[in-house]
């Protein structure tokens, strides 16, 4: 007999078979892990899915280009306050040289680190690939997480790194921004990237990855005045993304 909760079953069915059967189109390349100050880990890139054509095809992942915000980065904290200088919030003063690639050839047979003019390695690329565009995939990295100052009422730092996924690389920079040909993580701040690829819906514009710096406070406790503390997130400029997102000989 056909009853109420006959009828409620049938509904909880029907919803787990279309979270089943529902593409993970919504799956973003994000960072597995969060760390903790003044520590040195082992994280990982989660690359969530391919680029999608206009014809529903899926095209697999074949470069990806990874910046870690160096150059006049962005700083806005929660509460509103005006923070110049990232200085005042980690003893280092800056992301540069904190992240490095871990030699990985799952995904891509190639990879190369990105570094500023002192030589310290602000992201890293990677061509030759091959990512199933059915399948989830992880680039390793190491990231070595800032002490934060002492006086600094900064909880949590959220590093937001503007992340590249080619699938399809273009002859030249138009030719490459196109959908279905690459999906880009970054912030949506002006870069050239953005700008192209803003009004053309391409998969990420305005949804960088986030890396999530917890502070310590059982060893670097948070001053009185501070109270339960702010988050200070650090994005990457529009030059930043300009001068080092290209993967050089080959994208864009």
Known sequence: MWNRDSARKA???IGVAICIGAPAAYAHTTIRSQATESTTDDNALKIGHGCTTADGNHIPVVAQSV?????SPQLVASDNSVITDLSQVIEQGSIAGLAKPI????VFRSQAVKVDALGNVIGFSATQGALNPELPGRVPFQFTAPKFVAKSC???LLVQVAIVDVCLPGAGLGDSVQPGKVNMWIPNNG??????????????????ATLTINRNV???PLGASCGPGIDVTVIPSAADVNANMPIPQYWP
């Open 154 to 156: 900064a909880r949590r």
């Open 218 to 220: 059982a060893t670097n």
């Open 11 to 13: 509904v909880w069915a």
């Open 103 to 106: 030699q990985d050839r799952s």
């Open 67 to 71: 910046v870690f915000p160096s150059l």
């Open 191 to 208: 870069s050239q990237l953005a700008v192209l690829g803003g009004p053309l819906n391409i998969d990420g514009v305005g949804a960088p």
